[in-house]
């Protein structure tokens, strides 16, 4: 535990007990972000330094925000973020305090964190989102002595629809520059890695809108997991003990691939207690078990 920051507070570890496997968008999406914020608001901030709003295309949804260790080194290692919100819903900013958790997280760590806002499904279906990950990159590697960045130590992380997104500019090679995908490291937080339409996945329409198409054939041949090998990048993979439903299987399937390519198995974090939404509301709280474990793999992925 870090007393540094704020505790999550017994009535709140309760509820989250109480709501347990019962999936409710209204439950575990609505309540836990506005409970964690409010344990968020707890917290002391002043340690790092935040730029918001820079564009990095034209669309009002290609922007990102910075943010910045106070330590003034270089050549630190940097977390690019991309937010959940099923496709059709969702921002980087989904709280005044939610997301930008991860990413204070990360710089009060030493890692230069950067929040990615990227084009939804009305604007943009596949692979544009994913196609806005692949500008983040770049960007980041365009301004990586700017920030005081090493280009060898980027990472990218997803939770949920995010982790689609960048699970496929990290596997699939259609999605990645001629170069490959610049990128030391990718890390999976209840990630929706496979797309389908499945009658127990509760976005499936919302699934159906993004790809365009109900074809499992074609789901499957643009899902994250179809195009992982030997190749692939190191991999972190943590999902919660009440996911969204499907999730932690297909987690578990991306961890399955992996280590079958790779003849070892990824990191791997499985989160008692914890529902879908509380998976990343919870990281840059007192409770540090998943924040120390992305840290380690941060600091040697393999």
């Known amino acids: 535990m870090d ?9 709140l570890r309760d ?3 109480e709501i347990g496997p019962q999936w409710s968008p209204a439950l575990h999406v609505k309540l836990m972000l506005d409970r964690f914020s409010a344990v968020h608001r ?21 922007q990102l925000d910075i943010y910045l260790p106070a330590d003034g080194t270089t050549q630190r290692a940097a977390l690019l973020f991309a937010h959940g919100g099923a ?10 305090e939610i997301y930008a958790n991860v990413l204070h997280f990360f710089a009060r760590h030493a890692i230069v964190g950067i929040n990615i806002g990227y084009r939804l499904a009305d604007a943009a279906r596949y692979p544009g989102a994913t196609e806005d990950i692949a500008s983040v990159v770049a960007w980041t590697h365009a301004h990586a002595v700017e920030l005081g960045i090493a280009a060898d130590r980027i990472f990218l992380m997803g939770h949920s ?16 520059p001629a170069a490959g995908p610049g990128l030391a490291g990718h890390l999976v937080v209840s990630g929706r890695v496979r797309a389908e339409t499945l009658p127990e996945n509760p976005n499936a329409q919302k699934v159906a809108t993004y790809y365009a198409t109900k074809d499992a054939t074609v789901l499957a041949d643009l899902s994250p997991v179809s195009h992982v090998g030997m190749n692939s990048i190191p991999t972190f993979i943590a999902f919660a003990q009440f996911e969204n439903p499907l999730i932690d299987v297909h987690c578990l399937e991306l961890a399955h691939r992996l280590a079958q390519a790779k003849r070892r198995a990824p990191p791997l974090l499985w989160l008692r ?24 793999f941060i600091a040697d992925p393999g």
């Open 3 to 11: 007393p540094d920051r704020p505790a999550v507070p017994q009535d």
């Open 15 to 17: 509820l989250m007990a």
């Open 42 to 62: 707890t917290g002391s901030k002043n340690d790092v330094t935040v730029k918001r709003d820079i564009a990095y295309g034209a669309h009002e949804r290609q």
């Open 87 to 96: 496709f059709l819903d969702g921002h980087r900013n989904r709280t005044d």
């Open 161 to 176: 629809a995010g982790a689609a997104h960048t699970g496929s500019y990290v596997y699939d090679v259609r999605c990645q």
């Open 273 to 296: 207690g914890h529902n879908h939404t509380s998976m990343i509301a919870h990281i840059n709280t007192a409770e540090d078990h998943l924040g120390r474990a992305m840290l380690d």
